[in-house]
């Protein structure tokens, strides 16, 4: 007997408003399908479930407004033992106990420790760009396991135990909430450097060159990638950096007028500030890649340009390209970081005849070689978010927001942090039936609420001499003192607080079969799946003053995470758990070969509900000496998505020459023409989530290598393979 007809059998409205009080007293509503839970684990008898049921259902329907999580328990367990069975009363006994010492051992740092120490592979291999051999990346992953275990104290116990059985997950648990720290942010490096800032000891100036002003953008970097635990972005980088180079133009310039004849002056002047604008970004380059952070890892970074107009805006645009062309040291390594966003825009560079065409061509090569640069379509990412910008970090994404002059503000905003909901759980529990599964939506809805509301209220206790950087030097836009309030930084929407989700098409297949991506009810049911967070984040936001967002999230380790969950719990469901790991938001299946063009048509409409975090990939084999195939999905992409980035064939290995895919294997990537596995004879770079990774260097875990796999052994250009669309 299921849960649905259970709902035939008694008063459901009756039921759905009574009230549970758990043992820590807090009060939330009753949801009858958890009982039906409960009872598949402990039995596959038809019989005995249908009459189990029917007698704890009858219990509780006789029971007041209000029960306590106790009193439930011992319904169960009087009903249990009224059917002479015993040893199942046992069996759901064993479980209770099962789950207080999960808890224990949960909130014990000493346990915590004891996992790292002992080398567990999903606690010391979580992130691909933390190598946990190096000292100071020990540390921040000692004290990230104190964290976590502390900060599952510090949020309401239903929030813990939820995050713990893998319904939702609290994302960087080892730093917040034990710290008030805040996600990830754009920068205002405008005002930074035109004002200047102070870091440490040092009040630094406003620059005079374009070689200092990115010198100072690194410092900048490194402090702010040590004050929060996301990521950080440089917007509209061209724009911003443009009036530092002019004072090298003007100055060599007034050189030339000294030394150079007149009709030569103007070209000396530009040649010596195009050098000084490519050492300049190369210098930028190498200190992002060889910064550390206080968090044991390179700064998650990104630069975001390409809608300058001016040349020395171009210049700037090009130099970030060339840069990243040439490669790192004298192997030409591809840089991880800083990631690269360049903007599309039609009448600037989007078609053969604007004015900035050239840049884009030279980006179309970039992203061949180097992954780099993922895209941003301008009018898109308006009609989507209210504004123009680029992420903050990976994928996260602010909404068009006005201070209280009317102006326009993005540089200096933030994320407080992000909630995700186990979307194909929810889809396994509810047996493919619709009622049952938005049911269950409700419960965990109203879970991961309570979970975004204690992240917003842990921010708010941060004082501004926690973080100078951010709240007193201007990274947060506005200039604080030590006693004022930071809150005025996060309410009026001007923050952001997200509620991600994972694997949409685990809940398509749950419903439809495995192969419903062209089936139209199909797709309208799991668009409808993200509107409906989008619709309880709108309500929130009109309830709270805090912007809460629908973020499909980053969830580079979250997707073995929540899947290794699941085949604990539901074993190996084909299609679902079986194949060792969930798809990513709203992604199509790695394992499909469509073209670039139907992977993204089918893709396209989610981010109009989750725009506060959205990215598409498209998935080439190499492409270096086909550059106008990409190009093409580029300008197809341009009217359909918003933020669409390249996963391509560059990995390179410096024994035997080869030049494509390395082999994914269970002891990681080799050179498939002569088994190298050496990371100092070898260059490979693979996608991770919103950034790229070197997983030679940093191990994945075990389901990220069979998605790439799927990935590379899927990869398909089809209709575009001779450059056209």
């Not at 009040?203 to 060159?209: C, G, I, K, T």
């Not at 190996?572 to 073209?595: C, G, L, M, Q, W």
């Not at 996963?647 to 024994?655: E, G, L, P, R, V």
């Not at 269970?666 to 990371?679: L, T």
């Amino acid at each position: 007997m299921d849960f649905v007809e259970t709902k035939k059998d008694l008063n459901w409205k009756d039921l759905k408003q009574k009230t549970v009080v758990k043992a820590d007293g807090e009060k939330v509503a009753f949801y009858p399908y958890k009982i039906d839970l409960v009872i598949d684990q402990l039995t596959k008898d038809e019989a005995v479930k249908k009459e189990l049921h029917q007698r704890i259902f009858d219990q509780i329907k006789e029971t007041g407004d209000t029960m306590t999580s106790v009193s439930i328990r011992d319904i169960f367990t009087s009903a249990l033992i009224s059917m002479g069975l015993t040893d199942l009363a046992n069996k759901y006994d064993e479980y209770r106990h099962q789950d207080i010492q999960k808890w224990q051992e949960a909130i014990d740092p000493q346990h915590k420790l004891s996992q790292l120490f002992n080398g567990k592979d999903n606690v010391v291999h979580e992130n691909a760009n933390k190598d946990s051999n190096i000292f100071s990346t020990r540390r921040d992953l000692t004290a990230g396991m104190v964290g976590k275990s502390m900060g599952l104290t510090m949020m309401p116990e239903t929030v813990a135990k939820a995050h713990l059985r893998g319904d939702i997950h609290y994302h960087d648990l080892d730093y917040s909430p034990l710290t008030a720290m805040t996600n990830c942010c754009l920068i205002d490096f405008k005002n930074m450097l035109a004002h200047g800032f102070k870091i440490g000891n040092a009040d630094v100036e406003p620059p005079r060159s374009i070689q200092t002003a990115t010198a100072q953008m690194s410092q900048i970097i490194a402090n702010v990638a040590s004050s929060q635990y996301g990521g950080c972005s440089s917007d509209r980088t061209d724009e911003m950096l443009a009036p530092y180079a002019e004072i090298n133009y003007k100055k060599h310039l007034a050189d030339a007028k000294q030394w150079i004849a007149p009709d030569k002056q103007e070209e000396f002047a530009k040649e010596k500030t195009k050098k000084d604008i490519y050492d300049a970004m190369q210098a930028l380059e190498y200190e992002v890649n060889t910064l550390f952070s206080s968090n044991g890892q390179t700064p998650f970074t990104t630069v975001g340009f390409g809608l300058g107009t001016s040349w020395i805006e171009k210049e700037i645009q090009k130099a970030i390209l060339k840069v990243r062309i040439k490669g790192l040291g004298k192997q030409h390594r591809t840089a991880i970081f800083p990631k690269l966003i360049f903007t599309l825009k039609r009448g600037l560079n989007l078609k053969p005849g604007d004015p900035n065409y050239d840049v884009k061509k030279l980006a179309v090569e970039c992203a061949t070689k180097r992954m780099y640069p993922d895209i941003l379509m301008y009018d898109k990412i308006i009609e989507l978010t209210g504004s123009f910008k680029c992420p903050m970090g990976c994928r996260s994404f602010l909404q068009g927001w006005k201070d209280e002059n009317g102006k326009e503000v993005n540089s200096g905003r933030m994320n407080l942090g992000v909630i995700t909901i186990n979307l194909p759980r929810v889809a396994i529990e509810s047996k493919g039936n619709k009622d049952v599964f938005w049911e269950i939506m409700d419960d965990r809805i109203h879970v991961a609420k309570k979970a975004l509301l204690n992240r917003v209220e842990r921010c708010k206790q941060a004082k501004p001499q926690n973080a100078p950087i951010l709240y007193e030097n201007g990274a947060f836009g506005k200039r604080l003192k030590d006693n004022d309030d930071v809150d005025q930084l996060f309410r009026n929407s001007r923050a952001t607080v997200s509620l991600g989700y994972i694997g949409l098409y685990e809940v398509g297949t749950e419903f439809y079969g495995p192969k419903w991506e062209h089936n139209q009810e199909a797709h309208d049911f799991t668009v409808s799946i993200v509107k409906y967070l989008h619709d309880y984040c709108a309500k929130w936001e009109k309830q709270y003053g805090y912007h809460f967002s629908v973020y499909s999230t980053p969830a580079e380790s979250l997707t073995d995470t929540f899947c290794e969950d699941d085949i604990a719990r539901f074993g190996r469901i084909p299609d679902i758990t079986a194949k060792e790991y969930y798809t990513n938001s709203f992604h199509y299946d790695v394992r499909k070969n469509p073209t670039p063009f139907e992977k993204l048509a089918f893709e396209e409409e989610y981010p109009k509900y989750a725009a506060g975090g959205f990215i598409h990939y498209c998935e080439y084999p190499n492409l270096k000496q086909n550059p106008a195939a990409l190009e093409a999905v580029w300008d197809w992409a341009y009217d359909h998505v918003g933020y669409l980035g390249t996963n391509a064939s560059i990995d390179h290995c410096f024994k035997c020459g080869f030049d494509g895919d390395f082999k994914p294997t269970a002891k990681g990537f080799e050179c498939p023409q002569c088994g190298n596995r050496d990371p100092k004879t070898c260059d490979v770079v693979k996608r991770t989530c919103g950034y790229l990774g070197n997983p030679m260097i940093r191990p994945m875990v075990h389901g990220r290598h069979k998605e790439i796999a799927s990935r590379v052994k899927n990869m398909r250009l089809g209709d575009i393979s001779d450059g056209k669309n």
